[in-house]
């Protein structure tokens, strides 16, 4: 009995949204002192503060022609990663990290996430709305840097640059506060892209919130097996 | 009531305007460019430099926005004024001051301006000579 409550209380912890955690220490370079930026680059479940090991990804800054370089760091007990870009010039611009896939026994399935981050430097907003050209990509429509708890964000998930239609988007505050849950129900909101791709959330806190448009396509094999892939266009923005 | 939310839309109109200015540096050369949120260049825009409150250059922006300046210098205040009320103004530290390097630029800006003179002079002489001719 013992063992058949423990195997459930596993489960229900990973069947919570995993999410690809990428944070950095500001999403608005105003000045020179400010214009190192710091990523933290992690699988975690970002609510409940607990992680998962990330195998090395791949960092870019606007396009895959630009990859940054990574340093092994540790997140929740677990290997997660850490990078660094120096913005030099005044402009937006679009961070997103490519990781290996990884393989959800609970769930028998591939989980690929890419996630995405925007920052404006120096005052310079123009072009927070243009695509990257990601295969699974969120869109924002509302400005991404200069939010305050309680704004409404807008998203429009594309998939192959056409919306997505009906897709499930999990969101989840990066808990560093230390909030309880009133249920396990609270842990994940999910909302669900309209007719137009489009989907909208108020951030009723302040801190990071990730938003992850789930499409399951394709398959990738496990020990011979075949298994679907489950993809995920996340955008990570932050509420003040 | 409608006096404060034709003050508000003031406001937030002044905001949607509001100008940047980012300098940079590198070498001897000092890089000002202003331009608007959405991306668009203060073109023309006027562009005053100070140091220790004594303006050392007036002039305008390009059409990209963009002014480069060789100082003398080693810290300004770089003022730039888009009109309608818009300025932004910076205190900025230059490092790299080769005083030689520059000695050099300002004597040849210096000998650029006293031939562009003589070059002027000549062309009026020979305009006044072919008009002569002409009459005769």
Redesign the interface.
């Known amino acids: 009995m013992a063992k058949v409550i423990l195997s459930l209380l596993a489960t229900a912890i990973v069947l919570n949204a995993h999410f690809l955690t990428f944070i950095s220490n500001t999403d608005n370079v105003s000045n020179e002192k400010q214009s190192n930026i710091e990523f933290d680059i992690s699988f975690i479940h970002p609510f409940e503060q607990t992680g998962m090991t990330l195998l090395k990804p791949k960092v870019y800054v606007n396009s895959k022609e630009n990859q940054l370089s990574l340093k092994q760091s540790i997140k929740f007990n677990h290997k997660a990663w850490q990078s660094t870009y120096k913005i ?3 402009g937006v611009y679009k961070f997103f990290v490519e990781p290996k896939p990884y393989f959800e026994p609970a769930e028998e399935k591939f989980i690929i996430h890419v996630p995405k981050v925007i920052i404006s430097s ?6 927070w709305d243009e695509p990257i050209g990601l295969k699974y990509e969120i869109i924002p429509m509302t400005k991404p840097f200069g939010l305050y708890a309680g704004n409404l964000f807008q998203g429009k998930v594309l998939h192959d640059g056409n919306p997505a239609v009906d897709v499930e988007v999990e969101v989840e505050l990066f808990n560093k506060y230390e909030l309880k849950e009133p249920s396990d129900a609270h842990i994940t909101q999910v909302i669900k892209t309209d007719a137009n791709g489009v989907f909208s959330f108020v951030m009723n806190h302040k801190g990071w919130w990730g938003f992850a448009a789930l499409i399951e396509e394709g398959e990738l094999k496990h020990e011979g097996k075949s298994y679907p892939i489950e993809n995920g266009a996340l955008m990570w923005i932050k509420a003040y | 009531m409608k006096h404060l939310l034709f003050v508000s839309f003031l406001i937030s109109l002044c905001f949607a305007h ?1 100008v ?1 200015l ?1 300098i ?1 540096n590198e070498g001897e050369n000092i890089e000002i ?1 202003s ?1 608007f ?3 668009t260049a203060c073109k023309n825009c006027t562009l005053l430099i100070k140091n220790d409150e004594k303006i050392i250059l007036e002039d305008k922006l390009n059409k990209e926005g963009i002014y480069n300046y060789k100082s003398e210098y080693k810290n300004i205040e770089v003022i730039v004024d888009a009109s309608g009320g818009h300025i932004v103004k910076k205190s900025f530290y230059i490092s790299q001051i080769k005083h030689e390097d520059i000695k050099e630029y300002k004597q040849k800006e210096q000998e650029d301006k006293y031939l562009k003179i003589i070059l002027g002079l000549f062309i009026l002489l020979i305009f006044f000579y072919i008009l002569k001719r002409f009459k005769k």
């Open positions: 030099k010039r005044p120096f005052g310079l907003e123009d072009g | 509001k940047n980012f940079s460019y331009y949120a959405n991306g």
